[in-house]
């Protein structure tokens, strides 16, 4: 399995970002994607989740300026990201699994600058 996460940028405050990750090794149509970050000396947390069949979930701290998609076609993931916070400063990955596997991939920096 490989999680190939890119995007990774610096971004001033109010700016937007889209990342991308792709997988390989999975039946990708067939499983939840989701995004998850870990800014420094945090845990790694939840940011949003697809299903297969395209129903989505967000945390609240990026409900309403982050937006997940995804390309069955070319078994990618996206995460739209808007109107980016500092505290969004974090290593964003991607996994997959209604329950993340244990396959992170290297994850992409996203830094915002205030």
């Known amino acids: 399995v490989q999680l190939q996460a890119s995007g990774r940028a610096l971004v001033q405050s109010g700016g937007s970002l889209r990342l991308s990750c792709a997988a390989s090794?999975?039946?990708?149509?067939?499983?939840?994607m989701g995004w998850y970050r870990q800014a420094p000396g945090k845990q790694r947390e939840f940011v949003a989740t697809?299903?297969?069949?395209?129903?989505?979930n967000y945390a609240v701290a990026v409900k309403g300026r982050f937006t997940i998609s995804r390309d069955n076609a070319k078994n990618t993931v996206y995460l739209q990201m808007n109107s980016l916070k500092p505290e969004d400063t974090a290593v964003y990955y991607c996994?997959?699994?209604?329950?993340?596997?244990?396959?992170w991939g290297q994850g992409t920096l996203v830094t915002v600058s205030s």
């Open positions: 996994n997959f699994g209604v329950r993340p596997s244990k396959y």
């Open positions: 090794g999975i039946i990708f149509r067939l499983n939840a």
């Open positions: 697809i299903t297969s069949g395209g129903n989505t």
